[in-house]
């Protein structure tokens, strides 16, 4: 069965725990990252490890491992579980302590890697698009729990995954504290007009995608030009073409948001390209 990395040690699946005074379990106070592996190379994994040592920076909380010792040990464990194309979820929480908020009151942190399989969206919409709403819950203020930190308070993003849900959609648009378009509950938003790809910049208050970087990157190689902007709901319902990324997304596209058609309601084609670039990007194919 599945193994689970808990500070150095493996665990199977069943016996893996955490004790219930762990504050990340107690007030969600830890943070995580999700990456993937292709034919058992993880994508970009010193960029998650640089992220998810800055979000727990940003908290306060000090990892208790050096960040090459943690890469290390999340390839160990994608190796004793035989996953070439896997998921990983990677875990540091404040660890268990009393029932008071005070993180001093805590001790030993609790770095745990899982690797596992995933699949967030049906294959058949990668083909036929997703469609959308957007969340009455808003992304969270940056002077408050800064929606650049990837931790595990995810309940104002649940929030409005239910509303997406409720809606009969299996994504929801958030909007940032202005009223502007950030990105969805667990994956960035891009657009298309005229041959031009546009997405919320860093400071629209979203969280600073690794798969949101690559797709920049990977559009830009290809010529195309690529805005980084303010953006409103308007710039996404007149776009050609929309489309989400994220580790566990990857490159999806979307053909309606709030009850309105992108472009003609099929998939785009730059939408398409840059999905079959990704595919190959990940996998060390050369690109076309
Ligand atoms: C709010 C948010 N924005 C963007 C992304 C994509 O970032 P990366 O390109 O670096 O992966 C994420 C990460 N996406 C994420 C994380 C955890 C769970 C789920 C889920 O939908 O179950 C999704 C995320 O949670």
Known sequence: SLKVWINGTLFDKAEARVSVYDH????GDGVFEGLRSYGGKVFRLEDHIHRLYASARSIHLEIPMARDELGEAVVSTLKVNNLADGYIRLVVTRGA?????????????QVIIITDSISLYPAELYEHGLKIVTAG?????????????KSLNYLNNILAKIEGTNAGCLEALMLNHQGHVAECTGDNIFVVMHGVV????????????????????LARDTGLTVVERTMDRHDVYTADECFLTGTAAEVIPVIECDAR??????PGPVTKDLHHRFHSLVRGEPLA
Do not use: F
Request: charged share 20%.
């Open 198 to 217: 546009h997405t919320p910049s860093v400071d629209s208050g979203i969280l600073e995608g690794i798969t949101r970087q690559a797709v920049i990157d």
């Open 97 to 109: 302590g009393s029932l008071g908020l005070d993180p001093r009151k805590t001790s030993d942190p």
């Open 137 to 149: 819950t808003i992304r969270n203020h940056p002077a408050a729990l800064n929606p650049r930190v």
């Open 24 to 27: 990340g379990l107690l007030y």
């Open 261 to 266: 058609p992108i472009g003609d309601g099929r």
